[in-house]
Structure formats: C-alpha cells, structure tokens
C-alpha cells in the first residue's frame, strides 16, 4: 500500500492539491473550483483525486493544510463573541491603542472597531509591579462574578491579558483555570501566547487570539469528522503564519498564527525551489485569483517579521514578512466616480468569478489577459473553460466603450494597473529597505504570477525569471516541504554591555523546554535563538541572531541599511529574547540543482496571435509545459500551457529548462 502526503491549499479562487508518493516519489497536482464553505472543496477535492490517480484515501498518510479560514473570517467579522479581562483600570487600553495615525493627514479617518465592546470588557482587581512581584492578590470572588455573567450573556471565547504577566503567569493561571472550569470554553491566556511587554499589542493579539479561536476550532473539528467519516486516518497538520506547520490542535489553540497560512506555504515552497535551483535571492510573487503577496528569500533564508497588521489590527506574533495587494487573477476592474479605470481590490472570487466563466458581467484581469491572447480557451484554467466572446464584450461594454478606447487598450489598460500594483509591492519590499530589485531573481507562481513574471522583471530591470514546475499549485506544493516550527519570546529588558550570558542562557532552556513540549515525537529539534535590539530610548527593536559574536556591530549595520543611519556611540538595550524551534524530518529531494544544458529547440505545438503594449498583435508560438524536457530552449513571443498556469515570454526574451523541469527566462537588459 503507498504511503500518500497531500498538501491542500484553499484560496479564495481555486483550492489546490499536491500529492506525494512517498516511496516512488511521484508528484502530481489538481486544481478546482474553491466552495463555501472551503472544507467542502477539500472534501471533494480529495474524493476526486483518488478517482483520477486511483489510490484509496485510506492510503493517505498526512494531510498538509493551509487556509484562508482566520483571514476571511477577520476581513468579514464573523467573530466569535469574546470577553476581555484585564486589570483593574486597564479596561480601555484595546481602544485607546497607540497615538499613531495610519493615515495621517486625514481627520475623519477611522480606526477598526475594537473586537471587544466596553460593555464585555471587565477590570479585574489584582496587581503586579515592573519586576513580576504581587501588589494586589487576584480577586478570585471578582473573577467568579464575572464568571457567572459572561455565562448569563452566551459569551463564546474569554482573552485574559493582566498588567506585566509576562513576568509572572500566576494570576492568569489561576483566572483561565476558573473560566474553563466554570464556563467550558476557549480561554486564552497573554502569557501563554504572547509573554511580551507593549501592553496594547499583546492585548489586542490575545483579544484577536481569542475572537478566532472557535471558529477555527470548530472548522478543523468539522474537517476532522469529515475525513474520517471518508475513512482516512491521515495526520492533519496546519500552517502556520511563521512558515512551518502544527497540529490541528494547537493550530486551533492558537488561531491567530493561521492569518497568514497561505501565503507563509507559498514562500516555504518557493524557497526549496529555488535553493534546489541553486538561487539564494529571489523575490517570490504568488499571484492568485484574489490577491497577490511579495516576499524575499535572502541567502536562503525565508524573511519574517515579529508583527504584522491585518485589516488594521495589530498582530504581534512571528510570521514571514508579506507585502499583499488586493491584485489577482480575478480583481475587478471598474471605473470610479471620475471616470478612472481601477483594478482590485475587490474580487469576482471562484462565484461568479471572472466573466470568461460564464457566469457574470464583472470584467477582470483574467478577462483581460484572455483578450490579448494570453490564455487559451482550448486549455481549461482548473477544470474551467474560458469564453473569449464573453470577456471581450463585457470588457467592451464596462470599460473600452465608457473611455473611449479601443478594446485591446482597454485590456491593456487593465493589466498595466495591475502591473503597476505589483510593482509597487516588490519595491516596499526592496527599495524602501535598501536593497537592490536586480540583484535578486524573480521567482513567480500562483495560478497567475507566470503571465506576469515577464512585464515584471522588464518594468524592475530583474535579469531572470524562475518559473517553478507546478507553479500554480506552489502553496500546496510547499506544505509537502515544510517543517514544524515553534515561535517562543520572553521579554528581558537589560543593556547590552550589561548582558548576563548564563542568565538568558537559563531563560533560553526554559523557552526550549516549552517548544519540546509542543514538539512530541520529534527527536531531532533545531534552536535557532535572537535577541531583540535596540538603542536606548527607541520604542522598536531589530532582531539579530545569537549565532553572531558581534551583536552590536551587526545591529549597527542592520540599522544603518534599514533606516539610514547608525549611532555606534548610543548605548544598546536588548528587548526580547527568541527561540525558533524546528522539528528537522528527512525532506524528500523531488527537485535536483538548476543545470543549464546544451540548448535544444522545444517542440512547437502551434501559434497563436497574442497582443503586446509596444508591438501590437504578433505571431506567438505556444507549447505545452508538459512536452518541455530538460535541455528546451524557447524564444519569445510564446505561450507556455498548462492546465495549473500559464507562463508569457515576452518578445526579445528567451527561456530555456533546466534539468528539475523549472522555466528560466531570461530578459534583455532594457528589453
């Protein structure tokens, strides 16, 4: 019996399959239609799967998963109803927040509603000082009054976060302990999820923690039931934000770490890919139906970042740092009340979806790119066919007609915005940090990124394009390759020239205790330990790993690059400490090393018009990606088909196929 590994990637559009034959070391993929609710994809998905490649599903040993649950349910406030206790006084730091303005010259902006009204957020008396010693004992009577009104009120989910209980847990403790005893629902504790001095990021993390917690739990316990009522007995695994995975319990336990599930899966697949190939520096761009996310690998290393804001609400927890813009393969374009062509960010989704898909009238980028030529309506995208005659008249109708333009300037139009978006991302996340677009390598995927890696590394003066085999199911791809992390942080606020090594070396052994508690059953753990830095009287830190000696010299650099500056005179504080802890398994090799080889002329299907910004209609060659073997050479303008995405190479650039089957294009300097 074969031992079976699927990664499942839901996304807005499609939700994506990876299969892996762990003893031959088959890879094959499968991408349909995304459902509402998305555990339904899955289900189907995975029932189809095992039709088409004949395996039973009691074959199938793990189930990776990545998900778009705790986003979507952020974005459309499908929360559950949560309770805030916190310290007597404290009760308003979730609204107050910080004096910064997200949009600074605007006086009637609004800041996001806080998930907690004030009339479900209660002060609990009890006290702790700056060193974690008790003022105030808690108040336990307090507690069970509160008890037993949250319990009158169908409370569904309680955040406990007390003043400086990342110093000392012992109220906490001893409130969730009463909750859960009391009320038999999800409890989530500040210092078992964030132990983190800033008293408002940790408490809207744990608030936010909190409000996703059961709708999270309740949909991996509904999957759960489901797959066994399939009678599989797989593994269920979840990614996290940070780029690795967990069990579906603590997944649940911890649901904010799913915000960003999806794009962190991409960024873990796009990195072995292109180590295998043998690039250390590529900017990833994951390009799917709803939105598309910007993220670097540099020297191999995926990039992260301690904190991030989803919908304008602060997540302080570790996860890969993504830039995501509302542009994807089904981003609507519309015309505003000025008459101005936008795109995005709203979507058409998988229902109705783009226009081509016969069921609505909303022009999209992928209506756009089927216009031109780009996409072929002989080669279904997912199991969908493509109607051309119905994009290019809704197009027609909805925006070349009402500018004025001609229907191929229309659909040009369309993609130059979306372009120009895509653009702007890759250089937040190069330029504006001190860093150079063409010293790294343009690695594209998702369902779209491959019909604009081209435009894009033209537009950046980026030299090379990877486009990865099985680029458009390269989230799904990525779980198969991704391993179990855990992210753990103390506070330890001491100045660096006053740095006792054996008192955070006791406190690092006690963070990894914690992480091997979460790692059952791997014998082989991984710890990756940082500190926080930063000059004394700054109110942020950069991190710097412990693996370096010299700490400052390097913090001064990392600043210097960053902002600009350096202060080698300031004296350094260190802030936090960091444990990374990754569960090391053998990762199967299913992509050798990038080699390019004696160039060979790819077999040409046929050819097809396709239209360009600068050359008009032009004579394209089109090739299935299938038929393309190592040592392929293809020259630009051409198609490269498949039923998971479709790659352009533009006209005076050139591609050839290393021997892992990957796509290299190369573009012309100034081409």
């Avoid at 899955?42 to 009691?58: D, M, P, T």
């Avoid at 994807?328 to 960010?345: F, H, N, Q, T, Y």
């Avoid at 393309?628 to 498949?642: D, H, K, Q, T």
Wanted: glycine share 8%; proline share 5%; aromatic share 6%.
């Amino acid at each position: 019996m074969a031992l079976l590994r699927i990664g499942t990637d839901v996304g807005g559009t499609f939700t994506d399959f990876v299969v892996l034959n762990e003893e031959s070391g088959e890879l094959y993929g499968y991408k349909r239609l995304s459902t509402r609710p998305p555990d339904l994809g899955i289900l189907h998905g995975l029932q189809e799967l095992a039709k088409l490649f004949g395996f039973s599903l009691a074959e199938i040993k793990s189930l990776l998963h990545g998900s778009t649950v705790a986003t979507n349910a952020l974005l459309e406030k499908r929360l559950a109803c949560t309770a805030l206790l916190t310290t007597e006084g404290f009760r308003d730091v979730l609204e107050i927040g910080r004096q910064d303005r997200p949009k600074i010259y605007d006086w009637n902006a609004d800041r996001p509603e806080p998930l907690v009204p004030r009339a479900l957020r209660f002060g609990v008396p009890e006290r702790l000082d700056a060193q974690g010693n008790i003022l105030k004992k808690l108040d336990l009577e307090s507690v069970t009054r509160i008890a037993e009104h949250l319990r009158e009120a169908r409370i569904e989910s309680v955040a406990v976060c007390y003043l400086f209980s990342y110093l000392n847990p012992e109220h906490e403790r001893q409130t969730g302990a009463l909750l859960r005893a009391r009320l038999q629902i999800p409890v989530t504790l500040s210092s078992e999820l964030l132990p983190e001095y800033r008293e408002y990021e940790r408490t809207a993390t744990t608030v936010l923690n909190a409000a996703l917690r059961p709708i999270i739990e309740d949909y991996l316990s509904r999957l759960g039931t489901e797959l066994d009522k399939l009678g599989m007995r797989a593994e269920l695994q979840i990614m996290q934000s940070n780029g690795g995975l967990t069990t579906a319990r603590q997944a649940g336990e911890r649901a904010a770490q799913m915000l960003l599930s999806g794009p962190a899966a991409g960024v873990a697949g796009a990195r072995y890919v292109a180590k295998r190939a043998g690039f250390e520096n590529v900017i990833t761009l994951d390009m799917g139906g709803t939105s598309t996310d910007v993220s670097l690998v540099r020297e191999g290393q995926i990039a992260w970042k301690p904190e991030g804001s989803i919908a304008g609400r602060p997540v302080r927890l570790p996860m890969v740092d993504v830039q995501s813009i509302g542009a994807g393969g089904g981003s609507i374009a519309w015309l505003d009340a000025g008459g101005v062509l936008r795109v995005g960010p709203q979507s058409a989704g998988a229902n109705p979806g783009p226009a081509c898909y016969g069921r609505s009238e909303l022009p999209t980028v992928t209506d756009a790119q089927l216009v031109l030529g780009r996409l072929d309506p002989d080669v279904p995208l997912g199991g969908q066919r493509l109607d051309r005659a119905r994009a290019q008249a809704v197009i027609s109708e909805k925006i070349a007609r009402p500018l004025k333009l001609s229907l191929e300037e229309a659909a040009l139009g369309i993609l130059e915005i979306a372009d120009a978006q895509m653009e702007r991302a890759i250089r937040l996340m190069t330029v504006e940090r001190g860093l150079d677009p063409r010293d790294f390598t343009l690695l594209v995927f998702g369902g779209a990124g491959p019909l604009h890696g081209a435009s894009l590394a033209r537009r950046l003066k980026i030299q090379r394009v990877l486009v990865p085999k099985l680029s458009g199911l390269l989230s799904a791809f990525g779980l198969l390759v991704s391993e179990p992390i855990q992210d753990l942080v103390q506070t330890f606020i001491q100045p660096l020239e006053r740095l006792n090594t054996s008192e955070i070396d006791r406190l690092f052994l006690q963070l990894q205790r914690k992480a091997q508690k979460r790692l059952h059953g791997f014998d082989q753990i991984e710890y990756l330990r940082s500190l926080d830095l930063r000059y004394r009287g700054q109110s942020y830190e950069l991190n710097i790993e412990l693996s370096h000696q010299e700490w400052a010299a390097l913090f001064h650099q990392r600043h210097q690059q960053l902002y600009g500056y350096a202060l080698p005179e300031r004296p350094i504080e260190v802030v936090n400490l960091r444990l990374r802890a990754i569960g090391r398994r053998a990762l199967p090799d299913l992509f050798g090393k990038s080699e390019r080889l004696l160039a060979a002329p790819a077999r040409r299907e046929r050819s097809r018009a396709i239209c360009f910004a600068e050359h008009g209609w032009l004579t394209s060659a089109l090739y299935h990606r299938e038929d393309l073997v190592p040592e392929s050479e293809v020259r630009g303008p051409a198609l490269i088909l498949s039923s998971e995405s479709t790659a352009l190479i533009e006209p005076h650039q050139w591609a050839w196929v290393d021997k892992s089957g990957n796509l290299l294009i190369e573009v012309a300097p100034g081409g």
